[in-house]
């Protein structure tokens, strides 16, 4: 399997075209989350990824977070409505322009870090493919998930 990257130009791209062919009236082919709210939660991922602090992780979590990082990080696909930490969890409405944008926000500061060294919350430092591939895998995901 080929690891895309969104440090890769054309990965990146693509998945911002696809974000952009999401509107309102998109709907998930599996899950609970609404547009608005999966954008909400992979716009909250991605600023954990830049730095963002990764608050009241579970006990449970921090146990086992060398196995949930090679799960991020490793080749096999998410399987459909997985756990997710507590912090990306989003279970009240969201406003889909303003979910977009501020995803949009986050994938433009998150190509702007692209030389710096940053260390994520509860995985620590991911090297430069680990988290160009675990970006795209996660996007890719939901893009999916809502037929995109």
Same mark, same amino acid.
């Given at each position: 399997?080929?690891? &895309? ?10 998945? /911002? ?11 998930? =082919? ?14 909250? /991922? ?22 949930? +990082? ?5 080749? &096999? ?5 997985? *756990?997710?930490?507590? =912090? ?5 409405? &969201? ?6 944008? +501020? ?5 433009? =500061? ?17 090297? +430069?493919?680990? *988290? ?12 999916? =998930?809502?037929?995109?």
């Amino acid at each position: 399997m080929e690891k &895309k990257s969104l440090y890769n130009p054309e990965v990146y791209n693509n998945i /911002i075209e696809r974000i952009e062919k999401l509107t309102i009236e998109s709907n998930p =082919q599996w899950g609970k989350m609404g547009v608005g709210q999966m954008m909400a939660h992979c716009a909250e /991922i991605i600023e954990v990824s830049n730095g963002k602090p990764l608050e009241n992780t579970p006990f449970v979590a921090s146990l086992f977070k060398g196995m949930i +990082r090679k799960m991020v990080v490793g080749e &096999k696909l998410y399987p459909r409505n997985s *756990k997710t930490h507590p =912090q990306y969890l989003q279970t009240s409405a &969201k406003d889909f322009k303003n979910e977009k944008q +501020r995803l949009l926000r986050a994938m433009e =500061q998150w190509k702007g870090m692209e030389g710096e060294k940053t260390e994520h919350a509860l995985f620590g430092v991911l090297t +430069r493919e680990e *988290k160009g591939w675990s970006g795209y895998k996660h996007l890719d995901h939901h893009l999916m =998930q809502f037929g995109v």
